[in-house]
């Protein structure tokens, strides 16, 4: 079974601060991982991609990639109260006939207060 | 604009009955998906279509169909097999890049 781990959080962080947003993933095929952002009641919008190890930054987003320890995180900094939102991994692992099928982790619930 | 359109956004279907969501993107993209979330829960795959006349099943198929007649359309037929319905329904499409984008989501609920 391809996992792809979260905590559920919430976390909670202040207005200003660095939030820090993490995911395991089981499949070491994996090639690309996804960061959405959702908010409550509307589907998911791609924030982030990464397909090498280390950091990629985006304005106040910065994904890091560690394929060693299977390890992807999201970092946002200055969090704002609209940062509030669930955040969902997805990781690409390699399947059948050299398809690629999507695995989403349950996301991590990000609440940041004034 | 290009994008990913799903209708009808709120949708109510009784006991018994077949209902079909749509699903319809200009994206020109290949690879079309079908997610349902409920609440507090991950995305859970039910079929994707990697090219047109094709299509997967997904980790949770039973009691839906699809089709992929067109590039531009995959259609979701929730059937009265499908014992809990009621679930918020997501539509996907993906790029060469594996990017993946969303439609805006239908909502089903049972009466």
């Known amino acids: 079974q391809k996992e792809v781990e979260q905590n559920s959080g919430p976390l ?9 947003l993490n995911c395991t993933y089981s499949d070491r095929g994996s ?11 509307k589907s998911p919008e791609l924030i982030m991609f990464i397909y090498s190890n280390g ?10 990639l560690n394929k060693a320890s299977q390890y992807v995180s999201l970092l946002i900094r200055d969090s704002q ?18 398809s690629y099928i999507p695995t989403f982790g349950r996301g991590t619930s990000l609440i940041v207060h004034p | 604009d290009g994008g990913i359109t799903q209708s009808p956004k709120y949708l109510f279907r009784k006991e018994g009955q077949n209902v079909t969501l ?3 993107q200009n994206l020109n993209h290949d690879a079309m998906y ?4 409920d609440p507090g829960q991950g995305l859970r795959l039910i079929y994707y279509s990697q090219i047109v006349n094709d299509f997967q099943k997904g980790d949770i198929a039973e009691g839906y169909s699809v089709s992929r007649e067109k590039k531009e359309s995959f259609p979701l037929t929730v059937t009265s097999a ?13 790029n060469q890049a594996r990017e993946q984008f ?9 009466l």
Do not use: H
């Open chain 2, 102 to 110: 969303f439609g805006p989501g239908t909502r089903l609920t049972v």
């Open chain 1, 12 to 20: 909670s962080v202040p207005e200003g601060a660095i939030a820090s």
């Open chain 2, 22 to 24: 749509s699903c319809e």
């Open chain 2, 82 to 94: 499908q014992k809990n319905p009621t679930a918020f329904y997501l539509c996907a499409s993906k």
């Open chain 1, 55 to 64: 950091d990629k930054e985006d304005g106040r987003f910065t994904a890091q």
């Open chain 1, 31 to 41: 090639q690309s991982f996804f960061w959405y952002r959702q908010y409550s009641g």
């Open chain 1, 81 to 98: 109260p609209s940062d509030s939102a669930t955040y969902l991994c997805a990781v690409n692992p390699p399947g059948s006939g050299g």
């Open chain 2, 34 to 37: 079908w997610y349902r979330q």
